[in-house]
């Protein structure tokens, strides 16, 4: 399985981006995506996550902001951020399992992103003034 993340760049606040992240070696019917962001300094935190057996949840700080997506039929999952704000400001990573995973859990805990087994390379967001 690998994953590939794209997207990011500097933008203002106030703008928008939309972050894909491309599977390949995994069934599209076990598909997952799980979202994280580390900023500098700081330790990654899950941003959003969908699996079609949990459903779709999103950290509070980014509620009504972010949105993520899947095209049916395809193995890319998007994550579309608006109204970004510095604290944004991040390295974005996408992951996934080839087992169902636990979108609630893995966003309310960071600890359970350690189960996802498959990291793509961060794709990097900078939001500033």
């Known amino acids: 399985v690998q994953l590939q993340a794209s997207g990011g760049g500097s933008v203002q606040p106030g703008d928008s981006l939309r972050l894909s992240c491309v599977a390949s070696g995994i069934a599209r019917d076990r598909y997952g995506v799980a979202w994280f962001r580390q900023a500098p300094g700081k330790e990654r935190e899950p941003v959003a996550c969908?699996?079609?057996?949990?459903?779709?949840y999103y950290v509070d700080s980014v509620k009504g902001r972010f949105t993520i997506s899947r095209v049916d039929g395809e193995n890319t999952v998007y994550l579309q951020m608006d109204s970004l704000r510095p604290e944004d400001t991040a390295v974005y990573y996408c992951?996934?399992?080839?087992?169902?995973?636990?979108?609630?859990?893995?966003?309310?805990?960071?600890?359970?992103?350690?189960?996802?087994?498959?990291w793509g390379k961060g794709t990097l967001v900078t939001v500033s003034s």
């Open positions: 992951a996934t399992d080839a087992s169902p995973f636990p979108c609630k859990l893995i966003i309310s805990n960071a600890a359970a992103a350690r189960g996802l087994a498959y």
């Open positions: 969908w699996h079609k057996s949990d459903g779709i």
